[in-house]
């Protein structure tokens, strides 16, 4: 019982507190009081990857708790602050009892002794993908030159079929962005989440943490990588010319068409992967035959 009031209760304790804490603060406020939190929890991890002994496990429970916590404040921003998503933030409070399981099966690998491959493999690909996307979205250089980049490129396409299109200069506020115009009027704006960035840190993580020859980990960089960075620029030109051309809406274009498109193409591209590296496989699966070791709180509930 106390393993589940420590490893569940301490994320609905955070989930109340940052409710409270956050409410009539500024985002950059709020930004400068969670970001160590974040980093400390990734670095954490990524310590607790490359250790060896038995304290390894120790780390990476500390890095996932506090990664989870960090986690914990952001409902706020993402619903009650943000724009009212609240199918990213369901799926945010849902992840930090997720983080704080996998922090707890590190727990119980610590007072065993046990060598479990999944939660090694996740915690590399964890800290690698963390590491690279938020370096990039907390320095407004990094993130600014990204998205400009991609909003040129994606003026590129269209223009080579001759539609009036021009990438506007670099914005800073609550979100780096940078507006494109289409026949002298602003049609969208380019923010970070229309790189790729997320989707391409996530397989480099990967394949970074799994255990394969270095020559099919750059295989499959070299197939799903450049091809997700092609994919999204293609899904930014089409949806500026469903919304010019077609008079589509913007919801209709990015939230329905455009994210089913780029939903397929990760499912593909991720069997690419998996062919490639078949390890993928057995780390994935892995964590979910986590509930099978019955620790104390798998007790509670399986009998």
């Known amino acids: 019982m106390r393993h589940a009031l420590f490893f569940f209760g301490l994320p609905t304790f955070a989930l109340i ?8 603060i500024s985002y950059e406020t709020f930004n400068w009081l969670t970001t160590p939190i974040l980093f400390l929890g990734l670095i954490l991890l990524g310590i607790g990857y490359f250790m060896k002994g038995i304290k390894k496990h120790f780390i990476r429970f500390l ?17 009650y602050k943000g724009e009212g998503d609240i199918v990213n933030a369901i799926f945010c ?8 399981y996998i922090s707890y099966h590190e727990y119980l690998s610590y007072k065993r002794g046990e060598e479990i491959g999944s939660l090694k493999f996740l915690a ?10 938020f370096l990039i979205q907390k320095i407004d250089f990094l993130s600014g030159f990204l998205i400009k980049t991609v909003a040129e490129q994606t003026v590129w396409i269209l223009k080579a079929f ?7 200069g670099i914005e800073y506020g609550k979100y780096v962005s940078v507006p494109i115009y ?55 030109a089409g949806v500026i010319y469903g919304m010019e051309e077609f008079g589509l809406s913007f919801y209709t274009m990015h939230n329905v068409i455009g ?16 062919d490639i590296l078949p390890e993928l496989y057995d780390g994935v699966v892995g964590l979910f035959n986590l509930p099978k070791r019955r620790g104390p709180i798998e007790r509670m509930f399986i009998k």
Not at 259 to 274: E, P, Q
Request: charged share 10%; hydrophobic share 55%; proline share 2%.
């Open 182 to 236: 289409y026949d002298g009027g602003e049609t969208v704006r380019i923010i970070l989440a229309c790189t790729g960035l997320q989707s391409m840190a996530v397989f480099i993580g990967v394949f970074f943490a799994v255990n394969a020859d270095l020559n099919r980990k750059l295989k499959a960089f070299l197939i799903t990588v450049p091809t997700i960075y092609l994919l999204n620029l293609i899904r930014n």
């Open 259 to 274: 994210k089913l498109g780029s939903l397929m193409a990760l499912i593909i591209l991720a069997f690419i992967a998996f």
């Open 63 to 79: 890095g996932w708790l506090i990664f989870a916590i960090y986690w914990a404040s952001q409902p706020e921003y993402l619903y």
């Open 93 to 100: 409070i849902v992840g930090i009892y997720f983080l704080s």
């Open 17 to 24: 507190s940052f409710h409270y804490l956050v409410w009539n």
């Open 124 to 133: 590399g690909a964890t800290f690698m993908a963390g590491i690279i996307y």
């Open 162 to 168: 001759n539609y009036p299109v021009r990438a506007g």
